[in-house]
T-cell receptor
Framework: NAGVMQNPRHLVRRRGQEARLRCSPV?????VYWYRQLPEEGLKFMVY????????ESGMPKERFSAEFPKEGPSILRIQQVVRGDSAAYFC???????????FGQGTRLTVV | TQLLEQSPQFLSIQEGENLTVYCNSS?????LQWYRQEPGEGPVLLVT???GGEVKKLKRLTFQFGDARKDSSLHITAAQPGDTGLYLC????????????WGAGTKLIIKP
């Protein structure tokens, strides 16, 4: 079985551009979580989605960031008008149920130049 | 703000030695998880502990959850170069059983 697939693995964007990060969960998983990891820091929760619904976006900046998990297709984390401070590794995890083990993808490393 | 503090931040030892790394907080957690992360990869779950005082073993790794469920330790016996990596602890709180709160990690290097 394929694990959580994230793409691209590396993404370079100029300041002001848009970044789109994609996450395909483990087959059969309907719960997706996005985390951000800055260098030398732990992961920080951003958003929790279930198919077509945002359950908790308390960790996501209110401006420029949005996330979706459509009925068909991968979950998307979208960052508009990127700034240097958005440079980080973004990890997606998925789980079968709300409180079962979450499996992590390999991450997307975003670099804003 | 609930914080998980991991210590030491960095540890470099010789193959065959034993080591212990710690994860501490002033908050009580519902569960605590240990992950290992390789460079350029995502975290991989090693173990979950939920009961105060619980001890779990995974080959040469021993995980303990504090009696008060505020802290945890990871002990590695006879460390091997393959144990090299970043060890992260993460926890869930009674308020949220899905949102993980993470420590900054212990970077472990085992020299052959």
């Amino acid at each position: 079985n394929a694990g959580v697939m994230q793409n691209p693995r590396h993404l370079v964007r100029r300041r002001g551009q848009e970044a789109r990060l994609r996450c395909s969960p483990v087959k059969g998983h309907s719960h997706v979580y996005w985390y951000r990891q800055l260098p030398e820091e732990g992961l920080k929760f951003m958003v929790y989605l279930q198919k077509e619904n945002i359950i908790d976006e308390s960790g996501m900046p209110k401006e420029r960031f949005s996330a979706e998990f459509p009925k068909e297709g991968p979950s998307i984390l979208r960052i508009q008008q990127v700034v240097r401070g958005d440079s980080a590794a973004y990890f997606c995890a998925s789980s079968q149920n709300r409180n079962t083990e979450a499996f992590f993808g390999q991450g997307t490393r975003l670099t804003v130049v | 703000t609930q914080l998980l503090e991991q210590s030491p931040q960095f540890l470099s030892i010789q193959e065959g030695e034993n080591l212990t790394v710690y994860c501490n907080s002033s908050s009580v957690f519902s569960s605590l998880q240990w992950y290992r992360q390789e460079p350029g990869e995502g975290p991989v779950l090693l173990v979950t502990v939920v009961t105060g005082g619980e001890v779990k073993k995974l080959k040469r790794l021993t995980f303990q959850f504090g009696d008060a469920r505020k802290d945890s330790s990871l002990h590695i016996t006879a460390a091997q170069p393959g144990d090299t990596g970043l060890y992260l602890c993460a926890a869930t709180t009674p308020d949220s059983n899905y949102q993980l709160i993470w420590g900054a990690g212990t970077k472990l290097i085992i020299k052959p």
